[in-house]
């Protein structure tokens, strides 16, 4: 411990930090409405962030103040940072904590700008020496859908060493678009009320998000690594256009919206920003304990969807053409760049774990015929155009692994050859999934926990089934599906030791009024031994 060091830090600075407020700040007024966050930690740094908002425009400084204590009686680093309209008064710092404290065990953050003072954070690094991690999984956080109680629920554990978003972070959607049914009675209605397109639409969301105080409680508490999915673009993205991206200009040039959204994305969460704004791709090790490889599967290669709608001719279904298109080996969800640096990666690295984080389902998945699970003989008038295609045989969604099956191949191929059994974490779907994951041969590859939403609506928020049923059904006709819920809100939490992982999804009370009670949990565990799963019963 650098303690000597610490305190010449500290007596030193103390007094040139007082001068510098009171001098340079005095002409305005600051505030620190979005928390403070941290993110992508190493071994020996992590990205430490926050947003300062000026009463008046204008370049501005800020200083970051690191502690080993929480009320800051000594302090063992500060740094004076600028920011300005041209980051949206964002600030980001790459902290050498290790250089400065035994940061494996935890630090205390904060900023100042004028008479203001942020939020305390506290984050850390991971030792070399790290034998056990907890961890929470979140995914497709819907500001308008519902409160963020699964975020207060996880703070309040006070826990977690680390947290995942897997991705829909925030949501593109105008008001009066999807899941903003509430939002008025839930005094959530998204800003700005229309689509998100420009840059400024995009971090004006991205600011309300932020501004949501249980997402202050979370991002304070513990360092977050995130990667992005099709929501904090457009919907149903892919490399080169969206579904929800319109083919008739009126919503602009897709490049350029893609730029905005990243842009906005880098300013406004506490990532490392690589050289190539594009690329999210990145690694991170836990000790000799977890190999965590966070993926893009949505825009840096992926090619665009196969719509089976396509497909339907006046003689009815050409699945000939269909399987063909489908099983191509030139169709993309990765790319070749990707994949040579996860191979690349997974060689050179040894841990216990070997952890994908990722955006999309990796197992495979067909729904049952849904319109016989219905309450109501009503059939809604979104799904009929799809009764079509349930006994056809075909994948459910193909905008997931399914839709690229030989890509997943040749990363199962990749992790085999590296005699590498893996865990799957996947998002986007808004339900819960466990699966033991098999290559075509039916040999097992590894184990998929498909993390629930935060807030997005589920099937059965959609759709008025059986649940029993439609439980039943589907995890009949899918042989790697061992369980799924397709009801719950919440978040799921690894707790990652040398010889298991305790895997809980923890479900939320309710959505629609502030409330941090969680209402039930299931629980896995995860053997290293040949990566066999246990389901606890309760």
Not at 157 to 177: A, K, R
Not at 227 to 238: I, M
Not at 276 to 290: A, D, S, V
Not at 355 to 373: H, N
């Amino acid at each position: 411990m650098k303690r000597r060091q610490a305190l010449k830090i500290s007596s030193i600075g103390a007094i040139g930090l007082t001068a510098s407020i009171s001098s340079g700040c005095a002409k305005n007024t600051y505030f620190f409405h979005h928390g403070v966050a941290s993110g992508d930690p190493l071994i020996d740094r992590v990205i430490l962030w926050t947003r300062v908002t000026p009463k008046q425009a204008g370049p501005l400084e800020a200083i970051l103040e690191i502690s080993e204590n929480e009320n800051f009686s000594s302090i063992i680093f500060s740094k004076k940072l600028q920011t300005s309209s041209l980051s949206d008064y964002t600030i980001k710092y790459d902290f050498l904590a290790k250089q400065y404290c035994d940061s494996d065990e935890g630090f205390f953050y904060r900023f100042r700008a004028g008479n203001a003072i942020s939020e305390i954070g506290k984050s850390k690094t991971f030792s070399e020496k790290t034998i056990a991690a907890k961890i929470g999984i979140f995914s497709c956080s819907n500001f308008p859908a519902g409160y963020f109680n699964a975020y207060q629920a996880a703070a309040e554990t006070n826990d977690l060493d680390l947290w995942l978003h897997l991705g829909d972070y925030l949501y593109e959607y105008p008001m009066g678009g999807y899941a903003t049914d509430k939002a008025k009675k839930l005094g959530r209605v998204p800003e700005p009320l229309h689509e998100m397109v420009t840059l400024a639409d995009y971090r004006l969301r991205h600011a309300q998000y932020k501004k949501d105080p249980a997402s202050i409680a979370l991002h304070k508490h513990a360092p977050l690594i995130a990667v992005w999915d099709d929501h904090e673009f457009s919907n149903d993205a892919w490399k080169r256009g969206a579904e929800n991206h319109s083919e008739d200009g009126s919503e602009g040039d897709f490049y350029a919206r893609r730029s905005a959204a990243i842009k906005a994305y880098y300013e406004w969460m506490p990532i490392r920003e690589q050289q190539n704004k594009r690329r999210i791709f990145r690694e991170f090790k836990i000790g000799k304990l977890i190999h965590l490889i966070m993926l893009d599967t949505r825009q840096y290669a992926r090619d665009k969807q196969i719509q089976p709608k396509e497909y339907l001719t006046n003689t009815g279904f050409n699945q000939a053409k269909f399987y063909n298109d489908l099983n191509s080996d030139d169709r993309e969800l990765l790319g070749t760049e990707q994949l040579a640096w996860i191979e690349n990666s997974i060689l050179n690295t040894n841990t216990v774990w070997t952890i994908f984080g990722q955006q999309v389902l990796m197992a495979k998945l067909k729904f049952p015929d849904i319109s016989k699970m219905l309450k109501s003989k009503e059939v809604p008038g979104f799904l009929k155009p799809y009764l079509k295609f349930l006994g056809l045989g075909i994948p459910s969604n193909l905008d997931a692994w399914d839709g690229y099956p030989a890509e997943r191949k040749k990363l199962y191929q990749l992790m085999s050859n590296a005699k590498k059994r893996f865990i799957s974490l996947a998002g986007d779907t808004h339900n819960s999934w466990v699966s033991e994951l098999e290559d075509q041969s039916g040999k097992k590859v590894g184990i998929e926990l498909g993390a629930p939403s935060v807030t997005s609506p589920g099937i059965t928020d959609i759709l008025n089934l059986d649940e029993k049923k439609f439980i039943d059904g589907i995890i009949k006709i899918n042989k790697e599906l061992q369980w799924m819920d397709p009801s719950n809100r919440g978040y799921l939490s690894l707790h990652c030791m040398e010889d298991k992982i305790v895997a809980s999804y923890n479900y939320i009370k309710e959505l629609e009024k502030i409330n941090s009670a969680i209402a039930s949990s299931k629980t896995f565990i995860l053997h290293k031994e040949g990566l066999r799963l246990e389901e606890i019963k309760t």
